[in-house]
């Protein structure tokens, strides 16, 4: 480092989000997929299959969201 650069602070998260992981049906590979709250199409990006997926619950989401503080909670051990 050089004398003139001072020391960088860490940075906290600003949100948070869940990823779910949904196995390729061709190939196997669990694929990520950010909360995915309505029904689509994914794509596996080892073997280029496209393949329907079951959306997951958006009350859910946002519960786990909430409960948590959107991640904050995950950083202050003294958040409850």
């Known amino acids: 480092m050089a004398e003139n650069e001072k020391p ?3 940075v906290h998260p600003s949100g948070l989000e ?3 992981l949904y196995a390729c049906p061709n190939c196997g590979r669990e694929v990520p997929l950010i909360a995915p709250t309505q029904p689509s199409m ?3 990006d080892a ?3 496209r393949f329907p997926i079951v959306p997951v619950d958006d009350k859910s989401v946002r519960y786990i969201k909430t409960m948590t503080a959107s991640g904050k909670a995950g950083i202050d051990p003294d958040f409850l």
């Open 42 to 44: 994914a794509r596996c």
């Open 47 to 49: 073997c280029s299959t």
């Open 18 to 20: 869940l990823v779910y």
């Open 8 to 10: 960088l602070t860490p």
